[in-house]
């Protein structure tokens, strides 16, 4: 264990058009063994954090550190960094749309996911098969043809191929029926249970709130609330501003 964040992004500023800023200097930390969920409301900038951290569009100012693989390697910047070369820093990222291979199977998907290391594929397949057996009875069918939250367990599985140490997901539980996306919650604690630090994004933020060792706010490009699941949770100003009805719940 380290003091040191796994992963750091500070005061990020990022967007899309030019001279219009989405990430306002957005800060999020991720250590060691952790799940931290960020939550805020749509068009907060949740998933344009995860693109900024993943190299997927330009860091405008801010950065972004991850910590060395062991203790000799010093912390590397990673800021602006592209894609490939993250995974093989132990990144993973599963986007919100669009993350399988519909044409393809299963276990083709999880050979994509894997293909920087193929003499690794069985292995790594093994161990995936081993968190979500599922996808070992489904290894032949095409992932198009799987139900939504079997997909997200492809999506999930073929970040695991490359045996991330940091996994970053956007809004894995979207779309799916509520007993589903129970099945992800705990699918992601079964993943960060296997040592992956995780940083997700959740559109249901009762629920993620409740797994988070974590959690951030963000609300218009900014961290504006942090705090551990549980605090978040019962912070009247979290409830009142981004809860709303689903808070209700709670109490009951
Ligand atoms: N490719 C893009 N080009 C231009 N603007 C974009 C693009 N993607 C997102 N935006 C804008 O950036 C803002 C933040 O979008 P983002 O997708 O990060 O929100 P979010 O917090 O993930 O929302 P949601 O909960 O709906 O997924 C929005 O105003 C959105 O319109
Ligand atoms: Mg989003």
Redesign the pocket.
């Known amino acids: 264990m380290s003091d040191t964040p796994l992963l750091r992004a500070s005061e990020v500023v990022a967007?899309?058009?030019p001279e219009v800023n989405?990430l306002n200097g957005c800060s999020v930390d991720l250590y060691d063994s952790e799940l931290v969920g960020i939550i805020?409301?749509?068009?907060?900038?949740?998933?344009?954090?995860l693109k900024a951290i993943f190299g997927l569009i330009p860091v405008r100012s801010g950065e972004v550190t991850l910590r060395g693989s062991d203790s000799d390697t010093p912390t590397v910047d990673i800021t602006d960094m592209k894609a490939h070369r993250l995974v093989k820093q132990g990144v993973g990222f599963v986007p919100?749309t669009e993350n399988v291979f519909s044409t393809l199977t299963v276990k083709e998907n999880m050979e994509m996911g894997a293909f920087l290391e193929p003499d690794m594929v069985e292995e790594r397949f093994e161990r995936v098969c081993e968190l979500f057996p599922r996808l070992g009875e489904r290894a032949g069918q095409t992932a198009g043809s799987l139900s939504g939250g079997e997909r997200q367990m492809v999506a999930m599985g073929r970040a695991l191929m490359m045996d991330p140490r940091v996994l970053l997901l956007?809004?894995p539980s979207a779309g799916l029926s509520p007993a589903f996306q129970d099945e992800v919650f705990v699918n992601c604690r079964r993943i960060n249970s296997a040592g992956v630090s995780i940083l997700m994004?959740e559109?249901n933020a009762r629920r993620c709130l409740q797994v988070a060792d974590r959690a951030y706010v963000?609300d218009q490009g900014v961290d504006a609330y942090t705090g551990s699941g549980k605090e978040l949770l019962e912070d009247p100003k979290v409830i009142e501003l981004y809860l709303g009805t689903l808070a209700r719940g709670l109490v009951d």
């Not at 805020?40 to 954090?49: C, L, V």
């Open positions: 967007g899309y058009v989405i805020g409301p749509n068009g907060a900038g949740k998933s344009t954090m919100q956007d809004e994004v559109q963000l």
